[in-house]
């Protein structure tokens, strides 16, 4: 790909992905950054991103925010799924609504998205789409469940869409980052103790940890140069994994432990043993 790609960003406005838009435009790219906070924004020659009105949970503002798009730049050659958000705390506490609300985004956000690309990509006969999922996507982390879950599924989604979608020339990728200095973990929303108190300890002290992760994590630049790696790759991998070399680390080992091995070292680091 050359310097004037076009890509989308969701997720944008904060993060990994606004970490990811200002990379790609600092080399060149032309970059869509969507948000349903950012108000639609003019190019300035392709020489800073365009901001997109787009809310991932809503399939009309994701079907007419990449009409917009087409209608500006008359083309789009990767869309990468950055959107996304976090809920803490123990599965039982959380509500059915909870959890549809973190899916909403998290995994049908994206595949809205790639739903609505997937047609102008195919009579293309190329693109890229990298969905940003976790380490979390590979090892489930206590109190972190229904998060856990949702990158669970971005990954066995890609799986196959990149099955389905190779005949037609485009490329489906996963970036799995550990934990990065982000405004993440203080947007995380935390359910309410609904079993009088029987996980509170537990859950305060696995927060307490992930958040130190969170909070002492490296600079969300790390992945946005991934990123710009992945889109320029002439044969993407499936699995980028970026983060602390201990993650990284953790997430190629587990398929080679038992499984109770896994479970024991997961749980002491988070002190929930």
Excluded: W
């Excluded at 102008?120 to 890229?128: A, F, H, M």
């Amino acid at each position: 790909m050359d310097e004037r790609t076009v890509v989308l960003i969701t997720g944008g406005s904060s993060g990994i992905g606004k970490a990811c838009v200002d990379h790609l435009v600092s080399k060149g790219y032309r970059v869509f950054s969507a948000s349903r906070s950012l108000p639609d924004g003019p190019s300035d020659a392709g020489s800073s991103a365009v901001g997109l009105r787009m809310d991932v949970t809503d399939d009309e503002s994701v079907s007419a925010g990449i009409k917009r798009l087409i209608e500006k730049a008359g083309r789009l050659d990767a869309v990468v799924n950055c959107a996304g958000f976090g809920i803490g705390g123990a599965i039982e506490d959380t509500t059915i609504e909870e959890a549809k609300a973190q899916f909403e985004t998290n995994f049908f956000g994206m595949m809205r998205v790639c739903r609505q690309a997937l047609p102008r990509l195919r009579r293309q006969g190329s693109g890229r789409i990298v969905n940003v999922s976790s380490i979390a996507g590979r090892i489930a982390v206590p109190f972190q469940g229904i998060y856990t879950s949702s990158k669970f599924a971005v990954e066995g989604f890609t799986e196959a869409l990149r099955m389905e979608v190779r005949p037609f020339g485009i490329h489906v990728s996963l970036i799995e980052p550990g934990d990065f200095q982000t405004g993440f973990t203080d947007c995380r929303r935390r359910v309410d103790d609904r079993t009088d108190g029987a996980y509170a300890g537990r859950a305060a002290r696995a927060m307490k940890a992930a958040e130190s992760d969170e909070r002492g994590g490296q600079d969300p630049l790390r992945v946005a140069r991934l990123l710009r790696r992945v889109l320029e790759s002439r044969s993407p991998r499936l699995r980028y994994t970026v983060g602390p070399l201990s993650q990284r680390l953790s997430a190629m080992v587990k398929p080679l432990l038992p499984i109770g091995v896994v479970e024991r070292g997961v749980m002491q680091h988070y002190d929930v043993t």
